[in-house]
């Protein structure tokens, strides 16, 4: 089995704190959604016989593509590549693009999965981070998309310098009395280049607290497995039978194919990455040929980079997997009650999840 990643790198407004390769001008998305098609061509021997089970629309933006869009790419997809039927199709979606008609018009295009960017139901939190929703949007949105959609994510980001723990907790609340059955909540990062970074170098706005991240880290794992969610990623937490599929294939090590610029793609020996230029992806495409830089992988790499995954999971980092001489790497992880052996796998416990990255460099090969 295997997923596909579609970039689509517009969005309507520069979230501050955001890297992720987009641009708030829509000028070429005609001739953007034209060269993917062309790239879903050329690339349709990647995944070699492979089954497809996941397809996820991320970004950017893609609830900026009209339905039409999504459905050539969906079809072009389905015309290439062997997908199966039940195949879980997902669609990041911003609050401020939902409506009922488009809702129907995502679940005419097959799309049963929406992962809808909340961030925060507070409205000077959403204003601080230049989103392009309000508070009642968030929450309008929600109640919109759970009539036509069963299977809904949101993404939350605690950690912000305002953000005190009651006001955290009160948006994970909204979550649980909304009854989402997946969330994905991430601590904010301070991303190089960001007007965030600047912002905060010009001390117009406060710095971030790592000791207040790991606090509301901790909480929201204390809160969410009281209220019956899994936490089976750092990041993510799922409601039992409402794991992400396409995120968990990541994490599994299974084939994935990336289109679009910035969109990584891993083959189980080598990774790639697209050109992050709009102008240059159009260009090259057209042209007939990807632009993307390649890695092969040493079996060295891959070892840590499953040590790198694997430990964010709550299956953890199997022994049988990566050699029994990393037991005794981690020994002192144990005994200061950061990990703890299950089933012949190292898991971390929560204060080893507040330290998962710089763990699994440690036990790096
Ligand atoms: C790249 S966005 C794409 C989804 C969609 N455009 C949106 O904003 O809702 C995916 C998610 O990454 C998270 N994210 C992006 N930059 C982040 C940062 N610097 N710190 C923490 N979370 C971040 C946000 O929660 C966001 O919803
Ligand atoms: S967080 Fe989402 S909407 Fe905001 S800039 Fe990044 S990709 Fe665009």
Redesign the pocket.
């Known amino acids: 089995m295997a997923g596909i990643y579609i970039h689509i790198p517009f ?1 309507k407004q520069a ?1 501050h ?4 390769h987009f641009t708030t001008s829509l000028h070429y998305k005609n001739d953007f959604i034209a060269a993917l098609l062309k790239e879903i061509v050329l690339q349709k021997d990647y995944l070699g016989n492979e089954t497809v089970d996941t397809i996820y629309f ?4 893609p609830s900026l593509c009209t339905k039409q869009e999504l459905k050539s790419i969906a079809e072009t997809i389905k015309s290439l590549f062997i997908v199966v039927n039940d195949a879980e199709i997902t669609l ?3 609050p401020d693009d939902i409506n009922e008609q488009i809702l129907l018009a995502w679940k005419g295009a097959g799309i049963n999965r929406l ?3 909340i ?1 925060s139901f507070f409205e000077e939190d959403l204003l601080w981070m230049n989103r392009a929703h309000t508070n009642r949007q968030a929450t309008d949105s929600l109640q919109l998309a759970k009539k036509y959609f069963d299977n809904i994510t949101i ?3 605690y950690g912000t310098p305002q953000l005190t723990n009651e006001k955290w907790k009160q948006n994970v609340e909204t979550a649980l009395s909304l009854n989402i059955p997946h969330l ?1 909540c ?6 190089a280049k ?1 007007p ?1 970074e600047k912002l905060i170098r010009q001390q117009k706005s406060l710095d971030i607290n790592p000791d207040k991240q790991s606090e509301q880290f901790l909480l929201l794992m204390q809160w969410l497995e009281e209220a019956g969610y899994d936490h089976y990623e750092i990041s993510n937490f799922a409601k039992p039978g409402w794991r992400s599929r396409h995120n968990s294939s990541y994490w599994q090590g299974k084939k994935y194919l990336g289109l679009g610029p910035s969109a990584h793609s891993f083959n189980g020996e080598s990774r790639q990455w697209n050109i992050s230029n709009n102008n240059i992806y159009i260009g090259s495409i057209n042209q007939g040929s990807i632009p993307f830089e390649k890695e092969i992988l040493t079996g060295t790499q891959k070892l840590n980079e499953y040590i790198m995954t694997s430990l964010r999971t709550k299956e953890g980092l199997s022994l049988a997997i990566a050699g029994n001489e990393l037991l005794e790497k981690s020994q002192r992880f144990i005994t200061a009650g950061l990990m703890r052996l299950e089933n012949n796998s190292l898991v971390l416990t929560r204060e080893g999840k507040l330290l998962a990255d710089g763990i699994a460099s440690d036990l790096f090969f």
Not at 17 to 20: A, K, L, P
Not at 58 to 61: L, R
């Open positions: 969005c979230c704190y955001c890297n992720f991320g970004g950017g933006t990041e979606a911003n992962s809808i960017g961030q993404d939350l980001i994905s991430y601590a904010l990062t301070v991303e960001t965030l």
